[in-house]
């Protein structure tokens, strides 16, 4: 955690209300997101239990499982997720743009992508679960001699599945979001990260942080800077305790486990005697069973809702547009695959997938910490106080130019700050020219003083023997340097797979992989 | 192992302390793993050494853990373990075999011994027993390639000077004589991986066995074997797993609890955690005890809730997590941060620049760096959200306004 | 450096590949094993260190030049030679008129590793590739005739030897017919698995030369989906490559010619247990002195003890502070102040006769760049120019007489992973040809006590010995013989 966020989780803490993390949205909203809120069998894998999911929040589709063990009732399961998922998923494929490559040819790209919202980290993994759970399965038309053929559907939307939590890994990717991290990112709360995974306590310090308004928390106005004894500093933790603890008569939750995992209680008290009548073949207990499951999913289908609409509410940063252009070439190559008729995604990357898959992150990461800084004056701060970047105001400008056949100009800009940067003199220095927004570099050309730095300009003048109009600041401009590229590149240059080095183990075995060894009793 | 026998003394004392109409809570291996799992902090130590059922305790301070098995996973857990052990056992061989690469001869045979008795102390009897048997049979030159699994098997080992006794899934013994124990656990094995934190908590479980079974004499193993289902089936599969570290942890942990002398005595005479007492006397006489709370605790001990609630009113910066410490130095609260922050602590003036600088009252003073960095990052947040036309942050006190109470008197230590 | 200086004698021609003491990672009894002081002189203790040495190092080339394995990876622990082995077998590999490619990790390394080849051989052609940044490498390469410098791999082709970055050389496009015969791959245990891959393409058969004690490559991004892979690209070079050739040839170099005998047991114990090294120099053949006597002080007290022992530890009052701890930062520039004001002289097997110690030759380590940054302030107020102060990341490979830590753990409230890294505490207590002073604040064996472990256990990933908890204690306990408390 950096200092500033720190500061904030304090400040949060004594006033007893989330407290911003950023001024601007970080993370590309889809006008109409998919939200998926799964429910899975304690104590199994990838044995889903039930699920809300739908792009309106009036109307989610319940989809339950009413005897998890029985593989026929989960296949109807997965069916009918991919029913619902499916069109969803597949929406975008058709409306494309032509692009020019940096190759020359032109390339094809979809003109938005689908997205999916989860309510927590813990729903992202069970996405990646379920995907892997689905993609290596075999319908009745692919192969008719498997003894449990899966619906037909059921292996694409596992493909999907898979490329979504793929893509989730992928440093400011939109493409499969949960609410925790969605809102983790732009707010701080009273309380640990531990407990912001909690999606209940997570809100209950956010609408604490609007409890201005008298009797909206209790009725407990703030008394001052004086904290958390029972003043108004309490509130955030005190709603959250109450998400986290408070029981109902029979001692269930009243805000339930925002999944995948359920509630040990909900478990033993409600589900299991209902799914016995089940077995039983009671009457009316494949209803019973929904009933109870809607109770549980309802509360945090409502809360990812109500986190999309507070982070809705930010406006969103300048380069967050751009970031999602790659989240549309990533739907777009998957498409791209599927259509191709490429066999699902293998179990584990090979040497080189790996390595390229690592090289982009890395790159993104980069560029994310780099843009969201350059889109948002609260983070920067945060990379000014690091020693990573300094504002400050122009106190003299020098003309200076390179030595060569043919001079360019080098002016020397010399700034008061009162950052303290991590400078010496050559450290390489950027910032974003007022105007078109592209980058300017130079290097740290001398300290001359406390608090000064002088800065020797060395592009976005233009090609011509004097600078382009506008392209230095003068004396009184304020001006913010990075010490970070803003467009990183980079990355090595990979062999391909084929080509994979002795060192490495040598090009990986061909073929697709096999399914899943079927017994009688498997799970999925 | 080096357990100092320990004065009758102390175990008069930590029944007092428990009330003496309660027997010990036996300690399991859980338990003793998760010592290990916040070391620093004296108040576990104490409740769970003198054998204080931490759960009813909490219930008892009105802060319930809220820890529980769903009976879906204790079902599936048990099918899973039975069908492990099924076959007499000699596929739960093949996969120690396979997973340690063993290339001795194929097995003639796997010994089953049957170890039911009545009472823990019964059941170990019968486990010593096994275990020599088995080590007969390694010794004999025509004993053949026979292995032997003690399913369930009873260890005893010393904690704190009483004998603690332990039930391992299963104990396989090779015909070299060599333990491995053997964990059968419900997570799965997915493509070759497991989770991380999973296999961390039975690994450190396992080292409390290893450790049991060496007090046993005999030759054990460095690692682990755990079964697990494979991949989404319940088809048992396995894999090694390097306990030596864990087994050095969990070592110097056991070692530290005949410590519990000098935490019992510093608590004052007539104090009691006997959970029948009302619940502001447990709730005083808990408070004794110093604790180490961070939110790590809430996933491990029952007593979490309760000691979160004391660290919060008490504004303790470890409420937010054990990182945060890292960059504030000696500054311990939440006043003592913001005081720091707004520039109403000792040192805030040291940093030049600030414009709303209201200097230092003790200028001379080593400058604390961290009361620097504090102010430029409360000067550099206001500056920041004052650009994107967010008011300035709630607490910040207004220029002039008295600093909050607790900043005066320094706050932190 | 020496270890190749002593020419073998008759009786120690091929040796055994394998380290002879068969005591190879995993196959000890334990942390709690690890060898005692007595065995930390490692194989061979009786004979000349200078003779094992130079039977390694036969050994090594031996393997290179045999071909019969496509990789041969050395171990080299501190000081051990490891450069001087990088420069004769480059020069033994080029005489065989193979084309051989060298890869290091920094520019710097490439600099430095060219401005050794082209003083060892002036007539051997060597090529050193570089960026197309600004400043691509150092311009004293410009004064040697034999070295040609290129941002071009095609303009440097011909040449017996190509030496350049593993980033620069994973841009080089493979021709058609394999142009490099052979590689050698410099601190292959600081490159990244993903870093190999990239330029394995380049070379047929390779040397792989590092020290397995120093830091460990890292992403700033989750790699956990790859861990237990072989192929994991965050892992390192050598790990990657052995874990898909168990069979190739390792060796390791058995002395370390920087450490002195007061060093290199204690460094040898804490971080390399299972593969244990001597010093090249005995008890008393490295001397530290100082002209003008100390001032009753702490500071000088420790400074008496560093000189006397090689070790100091400069023992601050316990507190929790921030990581520019400004009393720390204080001691430190004093003792640093004090060693060069105090006319410090230094003997040993090169110069008998006592010297100077030089403003140069002291390095001061850290293990954050702020407190390296608080620290050049605090000597720059006291008027001391010239000494070296960096991070443990950017000393790793570098020498000095005598070395000033600021404990990684000093005044810390907890212990972190980075804190507790073994390759940080490893480096900053091994640069030192002298001595090595210590300054900590009191309590970091408690805080090593109420360190949480709760590590996660990740199926596949071979555990790494020493672990950083234990290193800690095993540093801090023979520390503790040499502590000089400061009020």
């Not at chain 2, 005893?156 to 333990?179: F, I, K």
């Not at chain 2, 619940?279 to 604790?291: F, H, I, Q, R, S």
């Not at chain 3, 033994?92 to 401005?115: C, F, H, K, S, Y």
């Not at chain 3, 397995?212 to 892992?235: C, E, I, K, R």
């Given at each position: 955690m950096t200092l500033l966020a720190t500061l904030a989780r304090v400040e949060a803490a004594a006033s007893g209300r989330a407290q911003p993390l950023a001024t601007v949205r970080h993370r590309h909203l889809a006008e109409h997101p998919m939200v998926f809120v799964p429910l899975t069998t304690a104590g199994e894998a990838g044995a889903p239990l039930g699920a809300l999911v739908g792009t309106d929040p009036a109307a989610p589709t319940l989809l339950t499982v009413p005897q998890p063990r029985d593989r026929d009732l989960r296949f109807r399961f997965l069916a009918e997720l991919a029913d619902v998922l499916l069109p969803h998923l597949e929406s975008a494929q058709d409306a494309v743009e032509t692009v020019p490559r940096r190759s020359g040819e032109a390339a094809e790209r979809c003109v938005d992508a689908p997205q999916l919202v989860v309510p927590n980290a813990g729903g992202v993994a069970f996405v990646r679960l379920l995907g892997r759970s689905m993609r290596f399965r075999r319908t009745a038309e692919e192969d008719p001699d498997a003894p449990h053929p899966a619906?037909?559907?059921?292996?694409?939307?596992?493909?999907?599945?898979?490329?979504?939590?793929?893509?989730?890994?992928?440093?400011?990717?939109?493409?499969?979001?949960?609410?925790?991290?969605?809102?983790?990112?732009?707010?701080a709360t009273g309380q640990s990260p531990l407990e912001d995974q909690h999606l209940g306590a997570l809100l209950a310090w956010l609408r604490a942080a609007e409890a201005d308004v008298p009797g909206r928390d209790g009725g407990d106005g703030r008394d001052g800077g004086d904290g958390r004894d029972g003043g108004g500093g309490a509130a955030g933790a005190r709603a959250a305790l109450r998400a986290e603890t408070e029981r109902d008569a029979e001692g269930l939750l009243r805000t339930p486990p925002a999944g995948p995992a359920t509630d040990p209680a909900f478990d033993n008290q409600r589900l299991a005697p209902a799914v016995a009548r089940y077995d039983a073949g009671v009457f009316g207990a494949e209803a019973e069973i929904r009933t109870l499951l809607a109770t549980q999913l309802r509360p945090t289908w409502d809360a990812v809702w109500e986190a999309l609409e507070r982070v809705r509410a930010l406006p969103p940063g300048e380069r967050v547009a751009a970031r999602w252009e790659g989240d549309r070439w990533s739907y777009t190559a998957h498409r791209d695959r599927l259509r191709a008729g490429e066999p699902p995604q293998p179990r584990r990357d090979d040497a080189v997938t790996a390595a390229r898959k690592l090289?982009?992150?890395?790159?993104?990461?980069?560029?994310?910490?780099?843009?969201?800084?350059?889109d948002d004056p609260l983070v920067l701060a945060g990379r000014r106080l690091a020693g990573e970047a300094f504002a400050g105001e122009v106190t003299a400008v020098e003309e200076a130019y390179s030595t060569g056949r043919r001079p360019m100009p080098r002016p020397l800009v010399t700034v008061r700050t009162g950052d303290e940067p991590q400078l010496a003199v050559g450290t390489k220095v950027y910032r974003v020219l007022p105007g078109d927004g592209r980058t300017q570099g130079g290097e740290c050309a001398a300290l001359p003083g406390p608090g000064l730095v002088t800065v020797r300009l060395t592009g976005g003048m233009g090609r011509g023997a004097q600078p382009a109009a506008g392209s230095v600041p003068v004396a009184g401009d304020t001006v913010c340097w990075t010490l970070f590229e803003h467009q990183p590149r980079g990355g090595p240059d990979l062999p391909d797979p084929e080509d994979t080095p002795w060192t490495h183990g040598g090009p990986p075995a061909g073929g697709p992989e096999e399914p899943d060894r079927a017994t009688g009793e498997d799970l999925l | 192992m080096n357990h100092r026998t320990p004065a009758a003394g102390l175990r008069r004392r930590l029944a007092e302390l428990r009330g003496p109409a309660h027997p010990p809570r036996p300690l399991d291996a859980r338990a003793l793993a998760a010592l290990a799992a916040n070391p620093g902090c004296r108040r576990r130590a104490l409740l769970d050494g003198a054998g204080v059922d931490k759960a009813a305790l909490a219930r008892a301070l009105g802060a319930p853990a809220p820890f529980g098995q769903s009976q879906f996973a204790f079902a599936r857990g048990h099918a899973f373990e039975a069908r492990v052990h099924a076959d007499g056992c000699a596929a739960l061989v093949g996969l120690l075999r396979a997973a340690t690469g063993d290339t001795g001869p194929e097995p003639t045979g796997v010994e089953v011994p049957d170890l039911t008795a009545d009472g823990p102390a019964g059941r170990a009897a019968r486990t010593r027993l096994a275990l020599a048997e088995a080590d007969d049979r390694a010794a004999r030159p025509d004993g053949g390639a026979v292995w032997t699994v003690l399913v369930h098997p009873m260890?005893?080992?010393?904690?704190?000077?009483?004998?603690?006794?332990?039930?391992?899934?299963?104990?396989?013994?090779?015909?070299?004589?060599?333990?491995t124990v053997v964990e059968v656990k419900s997570f799965p094995i997915l493509d070759g991986t497991a989770d991380p934190a999973k296999v961390g908590g039975a690994a450190r479980q396992a080292a409390v066995y290893a450790l049991a079974l060496e007090e046993s004499g005999g030759p054990v193993a460095d690692a682990l074997l755990l079964?697990?289902?494979?991949?989404?089936?319940?088809?048992?599969?396995?894999?090694?797993?390097?306990?030596?570290?864990?087994?050095?942890?969990?070592?110097?942990?056991?070692?530290?609890?005949?410590?519990?002398?000098?935490?019992?005595?510093?608590?004052?005479?007539?104090?009691?955690?006997?959970?029948?007492?009302?619940?502001?006397?447990?709730?005083?006489?808990?408070?004794?005890?110093?604790?180490?709370?961070?939110p790590e605790c809430l996933a491990t001990c029952e007593l979490a809730f309760h000691c979160r609630e004391r660290a919060r009113s008490g504004g303790e910066v470890t409420v937010l997590g054990r990182a945060v410490r890292g960059e504030l130095g000696a500054l311990r609260t939440v006043d003592a941060v913001l005081a720091a922050a707004h520039g109403t602590a000792p040192g805030a003036g040291a940093e030049g620049g600030g414009p709303e600088d209201t200097g230092a009252e003790d200028a001379g003073a080593v400058p604390d760096p961290a009361v620097a960095a504090l102010r430029r990052a409360a000067r550099l947040r206001a500056e920041a959200l004052a650009q994107a036309g967010h008011a300035a942050p709630a607490p910040t006190p207004a220029p002039g306004a008295p600093p909050p109470r607790a900043a005066r008197d320094g706050g932190g230590r | 450096m020496t270890a190749t200086d002593h020419r073998p004698g008759p009786d120690h021609a091929a040796r055994a590949t394998q380290p002879a003491d068969g005591t190879g990672p995993g196959t000890g009894t334990g942390p709690g094993a690890a060898a005692g002081p007595g065995a930390a002189a490692g194989p061979g203790a009786a004979a000349d260190p200078g003779a094992a040495a130079a039977a390694a190092t036969d050994a090594i080339l031996a393997d290179t030049l045999s071909h019969t394995a496509r990789g041969v990876v050395v171990d080299s622990p501190p000081g051990?030679?490891?450069?001087?082995?990088?420069?004769?077998?480059?020069?033994?590999?080029?005489?065989?008129?193979?084309?051989?490619?060298?890869?290091?990790?920094?520019?710097?390394?490439?600099?430095?590793?060219?401005?050794?080849?082209?003083?060892?051989?002036?007539?051997?052609?060597?090529?050193?590739?570089?960026?197309?940044?600004?400043?691509?490498?150092?311009?004293?390469?410009?004064?040697?005739?034999?070295?040609r410098t290129s941002a071009k791999a095609a303009d440097l082709a011909g040449l017996p030897v190509v030496v350049s970055t593993a980033a620069k050389w994973a841009h080089v496009r493979p021709p058609d017919d394999v142009p490099w015969q052979h590689a050698i791959v410099d601190e292959a245990y600081q490159m990244r698995s993903d870093a190999l891959l990239a330029v394995a393409r380049l070379f047929q058969r390779a040397l792989f030369v590092g020290d397995?004690?120093?830091?460990?490559?890292?992403?700033?991004?989750?790699?956990?989906?790859?861990?237990?892979?072989?192929?994991?690209?965050?892992?390192s070079a050598v790990t990657a490559l052995l874990a898909h050739h168990p069979d190739l040839p390792q060796h390791r170099l058995p002395v370390s010619w920087r450490l002195p005998a007061s060093a290199a047991p204690l460094v040898s114990r804490a971080f390399y247990p299972y593969t244990p090294f001597r010093s090249g120099t005995g008890p008393g053949e490295r001397r530290l002195a100082f002209g003008a006597g100390a001032d009753g002080s702490a500071v000088d007290g420790v400074l008496d003890e560093a000189a006397r022992s090689g070790w100091g530890l400069l023992e601050l009052p316990a507190a929790h502070t921030p990581?520019?701890?400004?009393?720390?930062?204080?001691?430190?520039?004093?003792?640093?102040?004090?060693?060069?004001?105090?006319?410090?002289?230094?003997?040993?097997?090169?110069?008998?006769?006592?010297?100077?110690?030089?403003?140069?030759?002291?390095?001061?380590?850290?293990?954050?760049?702020?407190?390296?940054?608080?620290?050049?302030?605090?000597?720059?107020?006291?008027?001391?120019?010239?000494?070296?102060?960096?991070?443990?990341?950017?000393?790793?490979?570098?020498?000095?007489d005598v070395t000033v830590v600021l404990h990684p753990l000093s005044g810390r409230p907890d212990a972190t992973a980075f804190h507790l890294e073994t390759g940080r505490l490893c480096v900053l207590t091994s640069r030192h040809r002298h001595a090595c002073v210590v300054v900590c604040r009191a309590g970091v064996p408690e805080l090593l006590d109420d360190h949480p472990s709760a590590e996660p256990v990740t199926l596949g990933v071979p555990v790494r010995f020493p672990d950083g908890w234990a290193a800690q204690q095993t540093v801090l306990a023979e520390l503790g013989a040499h502590r000089v408390t400061q009020a």
């Open positions: 619906p037909a559907r059921v292996p694409l939307l596992g493909r999907w599945l898979t490329h979504y939590g793929e893509r989730a890994r992928v440093p400011g990717s939109a493409l499969l979001l949960s609410a925790t991290e969605l809102l983790t990112r732009h707010w090289a982009a992150r890395e790159r993104d990461q980069a560029r994310l910490s780099a843009q969201e800084a350059l | 260890l005893a080992l010393p904690v704190a000077g009483s004998p603690v006794h332990l039930e391992p899934d299963a104990v396989a013994v090779a015909p070299d004589g060599t333990r079964v697990c289902p494979k991949d989404f089936s319940n088809l048992p599969t396995a894999a090694a797993v390097d306990l030596r570290r864990q087994r050095a942890a969990v070592r110097r942990q056991l070692a530290r609890l005949t410590g519990l002398a000098d935490i019992a005595a510093a608590v004052p005479e007539g104090v009691t955690f006997d959970v029948e007492r009302p619940g502001a006397e447990l709730a005083a006489a808990v408070a004794d005890v110093p604790a180490a709370y961070a | 051990a030679g490891k450069s001087t082995l990088v420069v004769r077998a480059a020069r033994e590999i080029a005489a065989t008129g193979r084309p051989l490619m060298i890869v290091a990790q920094t520019n710097a390394q490439v600099d430095d590793l060219v401005e050794r080849l082209a003083t060892a051989e002036p007539e051997l052609g060597v090529g050193r590739l570089h960026s197309s940044d600004a400043h691509p490498y150092d311009p004293a390469l410009d004064r040697h005739a034999q070295v397995p004690g120093q830091l460990d490559p890292f992403s700033q991004v989750g790699t956990d989906q790859w861990a237990g892979l072989s192929h994991d690209p965050s892992a990581r520019t701890d400004p009393q720390a930062v204080a001691a430190v520039a004093r003792v640093v102040g004090r060693l060069l004001a105090r006319e410090a002289v230094t003997a040993d097997e090169r110069t008998p006769r006592p010297v100077p110690l030089t403003a140069d030759r002291v390095a001061v380590g850290t293990a954050h760049r702020d407190q390296a940054a608080a620290v050049r302030a605090a000597l720059t107020a006291l008027g001391v120019t010239g000494v070296t102060v960096d991070t443990a990341n950017r000393l790793q490979g570098r020498e000095y």
